[in-house]
């Protein structure tokens, strides 16, 4: 009894196919380098006040309506041989404490901002030379296969 019943079963579910439309959907990926200048860095709202940081912006016209909504952009950290994904939390060695720094990015149309705040919203004199890479994903025209 039980054998008939999957059986049927499994012959309802043949029979019952749905109907859909089949996408090839390719993307491109565009990788980019930038230095991040020590001297560079701007800083936003009031040293030891929340919301203080400082930051760095790249313009990316490749950066399109199209990467906002459909595609990817990614932002690495170049740090020797290894490429530390972003956002990212590093302890920082200040004299006696040791403080958190967050880095992270944030993307708009046409621009990336690289962005690191402190835990205890203020600045810290250890910024370096850094160099990020920048990874847009840009969707293709999907097309249809079937």
């Given at each position: 009894?039980?054998?008939n019943v999957l059986?049927?079963?499994?012959v309802a579910l043949f029979f019952c196919g749905c109907s859909y439309d089949k996408y090839e959907i390719?993307?491109?990926l565009q990788v980019y380098y930038e230095d991040a200048p020590a001297n560079k860095w701007l800083s936003s709202g009031?040293?030891?006040e929340p919301g203080y940081y400082v930051y760095q912006q790249f313009r990316f016209p490749e950066i399109t309506s199209s990467v906002m909504d459909e595609g990817a952009?990614?932002?690495?950290?170049?740090d020797g041989s290894i490429d530390v994904p972003l956002p990212?939390?590093?302890?920082v060695e200040d004299g006696r404490t040791i403080?958190?720094?967050?880095m992270r990015f944030e993307v708009e149309k046409g621009?990336?901002?690289i962005v690191l705040e402190w835990n205890d919203f203020n600045f810290h004199d250890n910024l370096e030379n850094y160099k990020f890479k920048i990874c847009i994903l840009t969707p293709s025209v999907k097309k249809q296969v079937f």
């Open positions: 009894m039980k054998k059986a049927l079963l499994v390719g993307s491109d009031r040293e030891g952009v990614m932002v690495y950290l170049c990212n939390v590093f302890p403080v958190t720094e967050n621009l990336v901002t």
